[in-house]
């Protein structure tokens, strides 16, 4: 590898880390940012509400996730397994602020008929964060 | 063994090879040749559904299914513009384009097939109803290897 090749390769792989660091994050901090943004405390019973029950649609978060999201979901129309959404049961969820962006943009879109507030965020992630094993 | 017999059997054997690749690739899309995943494709659309083998549409198809994420048979399955654009090619790379694969299907849905109709018409209505199947969708109900791309009538296991 010539000397060009070998910072080309460095710069990459500098990027890529940084990249991953940039997007990783714990449940936690997501929900101290989606708070900050409402400006307002989160409240686990309006998230609980919301999440169980029907928006004026033919659907709940709960129709996929489960009404106590703890255990392995299923896709309402594809029947296809959907880990649990708790953090407690699933160290996966709410570590990707990319990834919980775009699912809270598609799914508040089916369930609401809208984008969800920062403060519908951070309702719903509040209350999954009480849900332990 | 005089040459003439063994040009024979040569030809005869070219001519049962062809004949045998063609039933294989030319029939429909549950023979689609298999091709690895693009992991992106996996990823965004396989969260929702079986990762359901590119060649089992047309490119025509798939480049509408593609354009319109934000609608996508009832739900918002909108991805980043990069990510769109990635999978959208790979589909229609690899893309069915086999004489039964090469009609679009009304709605550009899988199960509209004609090969697909013909394929599932020895299965009961009754257990497309049942609440572990719900929906020609769901492959893995009855082809267990379905995530893996495999639609072998062997591996199929219709619920009970």
């Known amino acids: 590898m010539n000397p060009s090749n070998i910072i080309r390769f460095v710069a990459a792989t500098l990027i890529a880390t940084l990249a991953t660091v940039a997007h990783s994050a714990t449940p936690a901090e997501l929900l101290a940012g989606f708070s900050a943004q409402a400006g307002a405390a989160p409240s686990p019973d309006r998230g609980q509400q919301l999440f169980t029950t029907r928006q004026g649609r033919e659907w709940s978060c709960a129709s996929c996730h489960g009404v106590v999201p703890t255990q392995t979901g299923k896709h309402a129309t594809t029947g296809k397994p959907i880990g649990a959404m708790a953090p407690a049961f699933n160290p996966e969820r709410f570590t990707d602020a990319a990834k919980t962006e775009k699912w809270f943009r598609r799914n508040c879109n089916d369930v609401v008929g809208r984008e969800c507030s920062a403060a519908e965020k951070a309702d719903v992630l509040s209350w999954l964060l009480t849900l332990k094993p | ?160």
């Open chain 2, 1 to 160: 063994m005089s040459h003439r017999f063994r040009v024979l059997r040569a030809v005869l054997g070219l001519i049962v090879g062809l004949g045998l690749a063609h039933a294989v690739l030319a029939d429909d899309g549950s023979r689609a040749p298999q091709v690895p995943l693009l992991p992106a494709y996996q990823q965004e659309c396989a969260a929702c559904h079986v990762a359901y083998p590119p060649g089992m549409l047309p490119a025509a198809s798939w480049q509408r299914v593609m354009g319109n994420l934000s609608h996508h048979y009832g739900t918002d399955a909108s991805l980043d513009p990069a990510a769109a654009k990635a999978i959208s090619a790979w589909l229609s790379a690899n893309a069915g384009t086999y004489k039964r694969v090469r009609e679009e299907p009304p709605e550009d849905r899988i199960t509209r097939s004609a090969w697909f109709v013909r394929k599932h018409d020895e299965v009961p209505a009754a257990a497309w109803k049942r609440p572990v199947v719900k929906s020609a969708s769901n492959c893995a109900a009855c082809h267990a290897q379905a995530d893996q791309g495999d639609f072998n009538e062997r591996n199929v296991r219709i619920p009970r």
